[in-house]
Nanobody
């Protein structure tokens, strides 16, 4: 099993920056990809970004491209989501997910493990 714990959420103003962290533990050697998803009230879960184990392959949703950056820490077990120029429409619960398949999927069903999520609220 793999456990994922997100941190770094909170309340910020529009235009601010925030960094989310996702720390993995357990059988982390089985993970190929780590992704971030978000879900706003009344909306479907949305893919945000994903990164492979080496950090060499990255996928970012068009809706956040140029503002959000995904990266992996030197220890490989932590993935970061740097969010700049935040907008009120970025308000959502952000969750990280890990998958074992050797791909960078945007579908949530392709991921095997999920964290509890962290709330990000951007005020106007």
């Amino acid at each position: 099993q793999v456990q994922l714990v997100e941190s770094g959420g909170g309340l910020v103003q529009a235009g601010d920056s925030m960094r989310l962290s996702c720390a993995a533990s357990g059988r982390t050697f089985s993970i190929y990809v780590t992704g971030w998803f978000r879900q706003a009230p009344g909306k479907e879960r949305e893919f945000v970004a994903a990164i492979d184990w080496s950090g060499g392959s990255i996928s970012v949703a068009d809706s956040v491209k140029g503002r959000f950056t995904i990266s992996r820490g030197n220890a490989k077990n932590t993935v970061y989501l740097q969010m700049n120029s935040l907008k009120p429409e970025d308000t959502a619960v952000y969750s990280c997910a890990a998958g074992r398949r050797r791909m960078l999927p945007i579908g949530s069903y392709e991921y095997d493990y999920w964290g509890q999520g962290t709330q990000v609220t951007v005020s106007s």
